[in-house]
């Protein structure tokens, strides 16, 4: 697969993302700032780090199962891997200016 190939499953990878929403947060998660890592491999597998807003997160199986699910319909992925990490912690500064705005922290 050439970089280029990557690069536009990544953009597609970032587009599905942009669709999944923690319940109690009316900002995708891609916006918050909770997905760390997204690598493509060579075989049309995904490995995604992500984290969440708060390690007690009620929502946390849901909205891993939903990016999983919903990375795996993007046409030319295989299968997604999702580790959920708390390194770096999460903060508010991870979150694009849109959703400080959003979310009133601005």
């Given at each position: 697969?050439?970089?280029?190939?990557?690069?536009?499953?990544?953009?597609?990878?970032?587009?599905?993302?942009?669709?999944?929403?923690?319940?109690?947060?009316?900002?995708?998660?891609?916006?918050?700032?909770?997905?760390?890592?997204?690598?493509?491999?060579?075989d049309h597998s995904v490995d995604i780090d992500?984290?969440?807003?708060?390690?007690?997160?009620?929502?946390?199986?849901?909205?891993?199962?939903?990016?999983?699910?919903?990375?795996?319909?993007v046409e030319g992925i295989t299968s997604a891997?999702?580790?959920?990490?708390?390194?770096?912690?999460?903060?508010?500064?991870?979150?694009?200016?849109?959703?400080?705005?959003?979310?009133?922290?601005?």
């Amino acid at each position: 697969m050439t970089q280029e190939e990557k690069s536009e499953l990544e953009g597609r990878i970032v587009d599905i993302i942009k669709t999944v929403y923690d319940p109690e947060i009316p900002v995708d998660i891609w916006n918050l700032g909770m997905i760390y890592r997204i690598e493509v491999n060579d075989d049309h597998s995904v490995d995604i780090d992500m984290t969440f807003t708060a390690p007690n997160c009620p929502a946390a199986d849901f909205i891993l199962e939903d990016v999983r699910t919903k990375v795996e319909s993007v046409e030319g992925i295989t299968s997604a891997n999702v580790n959920l990490v708390f390194e770096p912690e999460w903060d508010k500064s991870m979150m694009s200016e849109e959703a400080r705005v959003e979310l009133g922290f601005e």
